[in-house]
């Protein structure tokens, strides 16, 4: 581990014999700053194409939050469909109102955008449910932070990406984002959303996620090449959810047995099939009603953003 660190810094680029900026451990390669670039951008256009997700006349909602995983992927998409004026772009930034922190994020998001020549909607969860997070975290029967940011965030993006047209939703996640969420679900033991059952396919518009394939520490490296990673703040609610906690067992284990996280996604989505034959099998995926109050898919009478928000109303 400690010898390839070293030699990540001072090898040729295994392509061209140029100086190396990274050592890319999926595919054993020392790669050049230009070389890197490429490497990233094919492994998204793989990804993307593998799955199909991106067919022409599809409108593609980018959820832009203005941290590095959010601008890397608008950035990326923008190269790759510079040739494919059949497809529309758009950026979608949620501005959750947080102070000291969305401030930043929402200039760098804006400046990106400018910069892309990309279209941008901006939507605040004051529009959107008549308060900022922070507002929301002042009741005491608020929930932790990021489970009601996210809910409602989710909420928020799959409304305004319906409302402008959006064929796709495409988020930020990298492969160690999507670890970290499949690592919550077996910590929870919730089989349901191992097996990521039945959600009506017309009920939203589906998402995306072409950084999944890309880990984590190659997305900032190639924010950084590409001059798209900003010092920006951090937000004052990190740290307090069981996610955090997921990352710190993941990159401690990626740390000292590198690939791990790939085999642990490999060996997951084979879980995910067995176990959604199972439950198929046993009849107990669960189905989807329409929420009473918004009619957005839910397991019960409300959606989970409606049963959050009824649990903060003021009586
Ligand atoms: Fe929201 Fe939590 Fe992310 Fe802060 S850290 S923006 S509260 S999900
Ligand atoms: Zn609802």
């Known amino acids: 581990m400690g010898d390839e660190k070293k030699v990540a810094g001072v090898s040729p680029c295994t392509r061209c014999r140029a100086p190396a900026v990274a050592l890319v451990r999926r595919t054993g390669e020392h790669l ?22 991106i067919q022409d006349g599809d409108c593609i909602a980018v959820g832009l939050s203005g941290g590095k995983d959010s601008s890397v992927l608008l950035y990326i998409l923008s190269r790759l469909l510079r ?12 501005d959750e109102g947080i102070a000291g922190y969305r401030e930043e994020t929402m200039k760098a998001a804006r400046a990106l955008t400018a910069d892309l020549g990309v279209e941008q909607i901006v939507v605040s969860f004051e529009d ?121 067992i993941l990159s401690t284990l990626e740390y000292r047995h590198p690939g791990t996280t790939m085999q642990f996604m490999e060996g997951y989505t084979t879980l ?29 009478r409300r959606c989970q953003a409606c049963s959050l928000l009824a649990s903060l109303r003021d009586e």
């Open 272 to 300: 995910r099939e067995r176990v959604a034959h199972c439950l198929e099998e046993e009849g107990a995926t669960g189905g989807f009603t329409r929420c009473e109050e918004c009619g957005e898919p839910a397991t019960g």
């Open 83 to 94: 040739d494919r004026p059949e497809v529309r772009l758009l950026a979608i930034t949620i």
């Open 32 to 53: 050049c700053a230009a070389h890197f670039v490429a490497s990233v951008e094919r492994e998204v256009q793989e990804t993307v194409e593998r799955s199909r997700m």
């Open 128 to 248: 959107a449910f008549g308060r900022s997070l922070d507002a929301f975290l002042q009741n005491p029967a608020a929930p932790n932070p990021c489970t009601l940011c996210g809910v409602l965030r989710r909420r928020a993006l799959q409304t305004a990406a319906r409302r402008a047209g959006a064929t796709k939703l495409a988020t930020g996640h990298s492969l160690d984002d999507e670890a970290e969420a499949a690592l919550m679900n077996v910590l929870n033991g919730d089989l349901k959303r191992i097996a990521r059952t039945g959600i009506p396919g017309n009920a939203f518009v589906p998402r995306i996620k072409p950084l999944g394939g890309v880990p984590e520490k190659e997305v900032t490296l190639y924010a950084v090449v590409q001059g798209l990673f900003l010092p920006l703040p951090e937000c004052p609610y990190a740290g307090q959810a069981l996610r955090s906690k997921a990352r710190t």
